[in-house]
């Protein structure tokens, strides 16, 4: 037997090595063999660690979701294969029909729309409440409110949650708040020292850093609501990919300078925006002009997050010319590349509003929002000068 095929197909072990890879192998097997059926039981039972099938928990994803937790100061997150997975199986794993939850109205556009649709269907109540405001939180609660869902810096008018306020509140009426740290990331603030129960990530964005992978993560305090997640979204298939979780692992090791190095930029930029002829208004944090400025500097330190918006005088034209003149900047709806990127709401995350609706929350056909990268600081301040140039002269 020993040429048999079945041998030859599945070699079972690497090479012996005296000395150890110094980088996390990409494992991307879907079943794990066991010795015999009662090994099996004490795997199942949690009396012998392993594996048995990639759906229910695998190295890599396992690898990325202890570091994250680190970071986090949680235990047993669990990752899942993109932010919304992360969301929903938060959401779904933990409520029931007839309980209700309130979202900060300016959640991410999937968010909103779980909130108002998907969540409804399956009987759970939804409002939402502007998160700005620990009061407005306060009138929404119901009898039967279990959640609050808030981000703590708002996309894409960059308001700043009270987050304080509304972890008081939902300590003394005892419901579950749940932060969504995409934009902030915990190398801002850690919602967990805020009193946060759940806090979820959208992986795809600054923490894997790169464009080329959608990921998720969800933590809770409590090990009950971490295993409901679990249970929630192993059972409909939110399974990362192996080599997402690989690559995420990967990009997690540059994080910290990356975050730093955009914040740093992104400061520059809005304070280089600010003084441009033809500039409305620039939307950043932690600069004094912007209305929560406090609250940003007490909540997230000096800098804020790697993300500016800013209006420019005029319409769709002057938007089309800007865009159109950013050269080297991808006019894309997404964030927390390495690279600049350039988004415009009404067109992409808002264009579902209402021009009277998107007015109300401050975004004309001026407005951008841009995610910044790591280019070097002057020169991605020249490629603002001219694209806010072109749009002024059109
Ligand atoms: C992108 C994003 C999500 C959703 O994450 P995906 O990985 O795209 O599914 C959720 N929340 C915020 C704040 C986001 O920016």
Known sequence: ??????????????????????????????????????????????RADGYTYAREG???ADLLARRIDAMEGMSGGVVMGSGMAAVTAAMMGILRAGDHVIGGDQLYGRSLRLMN???????????????????????AIRPNTKMILIEIVSNPTIRVADLEGIAALAKSRGILLMVDNTFTTPLSIKPVDYGADIVIHSVTKLMAGH?????????????DLNKAIYDFAVTTGMTPSPFDCWLADRGLATFE????????????????????????????????????????????????????????????????????????IAFAPTLGDVGTTLSHPPSSSHRGLTPEARAAIGISEGFFRVSVGLEDTEALNGVFTRAVAASQSV
């Open 58 to 60: 695998h190295p890599n």
């Open 1 to 46: 037997m020993r040429n048999s095929r079945t041998t030859l197909i599945r070699p079972v072990a690497l090479p012996d090595s005296a000395s150890a890879p110094v980088v996390p192998g990409l494992m991307t097997s879907v079943v794990y063999a066991s010795d015999d059926p009662d090994m099996l039981d004490a795997q199942y039972e949690g």
């Open 211 to 223: 464009s080329d992978v959608t990921l998720g993560y969800a933590v809770a305090k409590d090990p």
């Open 257 to 328: 300078l990356r975050f730093a190095k955009t914040q740093e930029n992104a400061r520059a930029l809005a304070d280089h925006l600010a003084g441009l002829p033809g500039v409305k208004r620039v939307l950043y944090p932690t600069r004094d002009d912007h209305p929560d400025a406090a609250r940003a500097k007490a909540l997230l330190g000096d800098q804020g997050c790697n993300m500016v918006s800013f209006e420019v005088e005029g319409g769709r034209a002057q938007a089309n010319a800007l865009a159109r003149a950013a050269e080297g």
């Open 117 to 139: 649709t998907d969540l409804n269907r399956f009987g759970i109540e939804t409002s939402l409440a502007d998160a700005t405001d620990a009061a407005a939180v306060e009138a």
